[in-house]
């Protein structure tokens, strides 16, 4: 693995050289963690002005911890700092001009204004430039190892909510439901919870990132689910919406075949070459014509990876095009004030036609199941 | 509770006038909570140039989300922004600027570069000052709302610590333990964890912020434990190691003896007008004395509130003097390598002598229990 990190390293440096900044500070701890396999807290990667063996990944002191804890490329040098409550970020600027860096480039969007006046103060020689946002444009295609931790997280998500729909529903609450699916998560092997579980009965189901109460399943209730593992670092997202008891009524299966209809246009506009506002627009439509134009959340689906939001936005005003490789969401919802609603939301990943078209990653059934 | 915000952002007015900047604009969660009572995802208050009825707390716009769930003040005013994406800091200082005040002073320790530049460009002619940690500092001493908050969630955590306590341990993982100390928190009424619980077994007890990994809970272990609620979003801390099995070995007896009287010098240190590094030293110097400098974590303590760590750091180097309701842990703890350790931690507040001196939060009790 550790000649993955050096060669995505090395992709960083030759984009910082071409704009004549060889030296960059990465600090974003997603960054870090895709170019160096690790991000212990607070640490910062420092991108060397000479060449690669100048990397350094410079840690807080955290006595008690283990700072490379994660699988840190062994390649690259780790410094450790012995002052409690410095930052990395300042030692790594230090170190930048003492190598004569002439500029820095720093991650602007990430990088507080104090912080970056800590760094000025430290290397008042050194001309800090912006690094824009090169690391997460070099991480929206994944390679097949990160594919395949996305496809583990998937089947690791789609275990637990299998293992929920066979036990009792009815009489629980919220909160009990969205614990147990992430107890269930962790024993089946990830990492922890991608983000907070959501479950969202009768009047709450389909919120979007409904944050679950003591409201208990009811009878004839609808009932969404929102859930993802995180498999060594690797965030994905399933999303499905169920009714409870016997007998869906008909404004239950109008809705759910509507917001079905929306995701499945959503996932057929998948492809290499496809504008994100066209895979927005694609599901957005099918739900705006039936009149939910006004209740839409601002954005249809969104990459996911060592992040659980991350480029590409699938949004009406979203500027680029998909490529091979880039693993999305696409999740539409509709949520009826006071009387709930349907969210169905799938992992997937761009394919060519000729290798299949979009893969789907989580594949529990999106049947209108009555449990 | 209105008057409580209120009087919080008054406090705050008062300062910022004092110092030449009449407005203000508050960004960062804990921050935003202490002063309206809730905090949607970024959402910032924007404290008007002329006075409170200007005051304004400026959302996202997250359609399907309540923008103001929590306990908002209901005498704020709230604006939604309409188009996806907007950065509310940006609307805020637009409002700021077209209410003609003069300067805004910003959290610079919170608002990144980018997001500052483009308070920047929206407001050319706004002088942009900084709040410094005005509003950490107001948040120091709590008041008795606050604390009551404090108190039911320590009591929320020794309860569930109690139950954990009474089932069988030996061969269940630390994950699991953890999940199961987080699902009783929220039984018991927790909003939440305050922080990831940690458990750690045998080797890895005693280690500061410990991970929970598969390693099954065997006899002869030492078990630590370390957990917290989040109860209205005030969140406490306790932590407790047990040895596992019928007889604890001697040096187990030992190192717990030895914690146990570094953590009692420590809360025994604790009064108003007490140094924060006297409290660390008092902590420090018995376990110090007893050969283990070197691997001491760098503080002995720490403030807790809105924010499971917060202003007042009990560290060698931190400078000033303990304020009577001032909520702290003490949580010295010592992790030999290979073998384990012992951590012992509370939540306090601060009380003078005459109330008795420090009120201990977190009741369960400190004896060397063997499970």
Known sequence: MSEVYAARRGRLRDRCSASGSPAALVSRPANVRYLTGAAPRGAVLLLGPQGPEEDVLYCASTPGEDPAEGRLDEHLTCAVLPAPGADPAVAAADAAAAARAEGLAVEEHHLTVARHRALLSVAPGLRLTGLGTAVEQ???VKDEEEISCLRIAAEIADQALGELLESILVGRTERHLALELERRLVDHGADGPAFTTSVGTGPHSGRLGHRPTDRRVEEGDFLSVCLGA????YRCEIGRTFVIGTTPADW????????????RAGREALSPGAAYRDVDHAARQVLD??????????VMGHGVGLEIREDPQLAPAAMGKLDACVPVTVEPGVHLP???????ADTLVVRPEADGGPELLTITTKELLAL
């Open 138 to 140: 070099q991480r929206l």
């Open 230 to 233: 995180d498999y060594r670092g």
């Open 252 to 263: 239950q299966i109008e809705l759910y075949e509507l917001v079905f209809a929306a995701q």
């Open 289 to 298: 014509s039936a009149g939910y134009a006004e209740s839409l959340a601002p």
């Open 338 to 344: 006071g009387r709930g609603g349907v969210r169905i």
